[in-house]
């Protein structure tokens, strides 16, 4: 079967220090698969890499076959929501268009179709009533949402999301989820860099465990090892087994109190 | 109203009052993209940096026309900008301190090219100093002109550019992922920056030249949330504090133009942060004391 999404060998180093070493990942379409990791595992970085907004020092990805160069079309990508200024002078839908300017290519404007589009895509998030609302006065989980929203009216095959959970309120994540099983039931391949490794289990079908190496990478129930685990964040990590007897691995996992932080935030 | 009748048929005044419009237009339309994109310092930069291409450029040339000096300024800003980008990617010295190495050491070069020049006993070389401050009151129709044909090409292509430009200046990874040439736009944007410096050097001159890039657009964000409207509003206010200023400056001797058109648009700035709804600070103190009022209010009634 065509895989959706192929790396190879990818390494990336900062001056002389590797931040991805020798990476391989493949993954079949309609899956959502969840990248986690220790701060520093170049989770982000594995994102940039295949989006070539890094350039990796060896290494090659392919979305369906094809360097992502001749599938950009196909990918949609949702950026940290801290990497823009939310009191840039401009509105919710405005934010959403900037989603199809890479389908219009250069100097075409936006026109009534795209902003149909865009309308569609706030109501899925739930956020059509803000359309007009300038970004800065938009709440943390409503910045995040208008963020999906623009990779949606993208129209892509593959989604990379970099960190849609933190900070968010629970509706938006309830929202987010949604949102994701939405996409898979369309065939669509999502990657997501999380950090809450109690969720994994319940939102994700595929994970990869990532620090710097790949530790594992594949379907939650084979590879969301309490072994693995401990070989990726370094016995940083305590487990509580599910006692349901259902042996699907760690049900719950929690950070030893010392390392709390650096396990579970960015 | 012979304010007005001269502005119509005095020639000088009618080049000094076109020319600094046209300044001010295009410095406020560029300095939008360099506020939001955190590059103001980068306009100063190059501005300063600008005067030791001006007097190189009469040393080799011997020529005193604006274009030939203009371009002397144009490079010697641009290689500032490249100067800079390479010292921050190469070395571990952070932007803050990369800015003010450029800036000093190239405008202390021009004012030592500047002095050098200046004891020449050549009369030729009167009047370069003139781009120190600015100098309103020298323009002539041929500047004018230069002005205008650099001022819409630069407006121009911002225009063409315009979704580009503002992907660019929100989100530039996500403009980079989608496939647009982020490198190059960057480059564009900071050559039309470029450009629009070099517009105003001789009007407002190069130790105040950055006011003109930084001010309007400052102004202009308070008084609305679109893009579009703030770089109207800022070309606006540009030209306004422009024209007032050359003109203030020309009805009296002496009076260095770059100094009176900041002041004006310092007044604009000023009033801007003070009244604008929704972000002026008197708008904002009043939204707190409405907001204390109101909660005092509610909790005297809840305890009763």
Request: hydrophobic share 50%; proline share 4%.
């Amino acid at each position: 079967m065509q895989h959706a999404i192929d790396v190879t060998d990818l390494t990336v180093a900062y001056q002389d220090k590797p931040v991805l070493w020798d990476v391989d990942v493949s993954m079949p379409p309609g899956v959502l698969m969840a990248v986690v990791g220790p701060n520093g595992a170049g989770k982000t970085t594995m994102i940039k890499a295949i989006l070539g907004l890094v350039r990796p020092a060896a290494g090659q990805t392919l979305i369906y076959g094809k360097p992502y160069r001749e599938q950009r079309k196909a990918v949609g990508y949702v950026p940290q929501r801290g990497s823009v200024d939310w009191d840039f002078p401009t509105t919710v839908l405005d934010v959403v268009l900037m989603g199809r300017y890479g389908s219009l290519g250069w100097f075409r404007q936006p026109g009534k179709h795209e902003r149909a589009q865009a309308l569609a895509a706030l109501e899925k998030v739930g956020m059509a009533q803000f359309a007009s609302r300038q970004i800065s006065q938009l709440s943390g989980g409503q910045q995040q949402r208008v963020f999906l929203a623009r990779a949606l009216v993208q129209d892509a095959q593959v989604y990379f999301m970099d960190e849609p959970f933190v900070g968010v309120d629970a509706v938006t994540e309830r929202a987010i989820v949604g949102l994701l099983q939405e996409l898979r039931a369309a065939g669509k391949t999502v990657v997501v860099v999380h950090h809450d490794l109690q969720t994994v289990p319940e939102y994700f079908d595929w994970v990869t465990l990532l620090n710097v190496q790949k530790i594992a990478s594949g379907p939650v129930a084979e590879v969301f090892t309490e072994e693995n685990l401990r070989r990726t964040y370094g016995g940083r990590v305590a487990f509580l087994s599910r006692d349901d007897g259902t042996g699907s691995g760690p049900a719950l996992v929690l950070p030893t109190p010392a390392k709390q932080s650096s396990a579970f935030t960015d | 109203m012979e304010l007005l009748n001269d502005l119509i048929f005095n020639y000088t005044l009618r080049n000094i009052a076109l020319g600094s419009a046209l300044l001010g237009i295009i410095s406020g339309v560029l300095g939008c993209f360099a506020v939001l994109r955190r590059q103001a310092l980068l306009g100063d930069a190059m501005a300063h940096a600008a005067l030791p291409g001006i007097v190189l450029a009469f040393m080799l040339t011997g020529l005193r026309e604006s274009l030939v000096l203009l371009v002397g300024a144009a490079l010697a800003g641009w290689l500032a900008a490249l100067l800079l980008l390479l010292i921050i990617r190469q070395t571990r010295i952070k932007e803050d301190s990369a800015l003010g190495i450029v800036l000093s050491v190239f405008f202390g070069f021009g004012m030592l090219l500047l002095a050098a020049v200046q004891r020449q006993p050549d009369a030729a070389q009167a009047g370069l100093s003139k781009f120190l401050f600015g100098q309103a009151a020298s323009l002539v129709a041929g500047d004018v002109l230069v002005m205008a044909v650099l001022g819409a090409v630069a407006l121009l292509f911002v225009g063409l550019f315009w979704k580009e430009f503002k992907l660019l200046s929100f989100d530039p990874d996500f403009a980079a992922a989608v496939g647009f040439p982020t490198r190059v736009l960057d480059v564009g944007l900071t050559a039309l920056t470029v450009l629009a410096i070099v517009i105003g050097l001789q009007t407002v001159g190069v130790v105040l030249m950055s006011a003109m890039l930084i001010a309007p657009a400052v102004a202009a964000r308070q008084w609305t949330n679109r893009l579009s409207t703030m770089v109207l509003l800022s070309a606006i206010f540009g030209a306004g504090a422009g024209v007032a200023g050359a003109l203030i400056s020309a009805t009296g001797r002496g009076i260095a133009t770059g100094p009176t058109i900041v002041l004006c648009i310092s007044a604009v700035v000023l009033v801007s942060l003070l009244l604008a709804p929704g972000r002026g600070l008197l708008w904002t103190w009043q939204q707190q004391r409405r907001n204390a009022r109101r909660m005092r209010a509610e909790l005297g009634g809840g305890s009763r």
